[in-house]
């Protein structure tokens, strides 16, 4: 690989998938996916607890709803930015404007 604006190829290159999953950043926003899903997935699924006597649920975290929806929040955005920039990694090598590729660099390290 060339070097281009930003630590990518050249615009317009083909795209290669096992080099592509075999990039570390890569790697590492897959992790990110999965341990998103797992803390959604935790708090949605044992999040809350109720007892024989109320009949109301209420969160395992201090018996504070504000605490479960901060978590599956946290958890949500993490998810959608996770698959965000994955597309923007697979999308990267295409963009041919130095400026655009800024834009998506400082973005992803703003996130």
């Known amino acids: 690989m ?3 604006a930003y630590g990518a190829g050249k615009a317009g290159g083909a795209f290669d998938p096992q080099t592509f999953f075999r ?3 890569t790697v590492l926003r897959v992790l990110s996916w999965v341990f998103s899903i797992v803390v959604f997935g935790s708090i949605v699924n044992e999040g ?6 109320e009949v109301e649920e209420h969160c395992i975290f201090n018996r504070n709803h504000n605490a479960c929806n901060y978590g599956i929040t946290v958890g949500v955005l993490a998810f959608l930015s996770c698959l965000l920039y994955l ?4 999308y990267f090598p295409q963009i ?8 998506a660099v400082l973005s992803d390290i703003g996130m």
């Open 48 to 53: 809350y607890l109720n007892s024989p006597t």
């Open 2 to 4: 060339e070097g281009g």
């Open 87 to 90: 597309a923007l990694d697979v």
């Open 96 to 103: 041919s404007s130095v400026k655009d590729r800024k834009k």
């Open 23 to 25: 990039q570390p950043h």
